[in-house]
């Protein structure tokens, strides 16, 4: 069973970056589409990017397109989530599973956004 450990989440202000990761316990490269999930407190889980496995075809969230950046190395069975231009709505656990989801989920990495 692949295990996912997400990190790189953080304090940041409006306008700032984080860049996430997501290390998988064993191979990732099974999963044809690999995404990044959020939830915020009080509201449900939802896909924000995600990432197809051999062609890279990418697929955001309107909310993040254009600040948000999916990437993957199977070599290294991580998955990545560059975030620009922060905002406060994107304050939120992040997670990685595939799509749809069929792992277990981990616990997440916090991002905050606050001044």
């Known amino acids: 069973q692949v295990q996912l450990v997400e990190s790189g989440g953080g304090l940041v202000q409006p306008g700032g970056s984080l860049r996430l990761s997501c290390v998988a316990s064993?191979?990732?490269?099974?999963?044809?589409?690999m995404g990044w999930y959020r939830q915020a407190s009080g509201k449900q889980r939802e896909l924000v990017a995600s990432?197809?496995?051999?062609?890279?075809?990418?697929q955001y969230a309107d909310s993040v397109k254009g600040r948000f950046t999916i990437s993957r190395d199977n070599t290294k069975n991580t998955v990545y989530l560059q975030m620009n231009s922060l905002n406060f709505e994107d304050t939120a656990t992040y997670y990685c599973n595939s799509v749809p989801s069929s792992v277990d989920w981990g616990q997440g990495t916090q991002v905050t956004v606050s001044s």
């Open positions: 990432i197809v496995r051999t062609i890279h075809i990418t």
């Open positions: 064993g191979s990732i490269f099974g999963f044809t589409r």
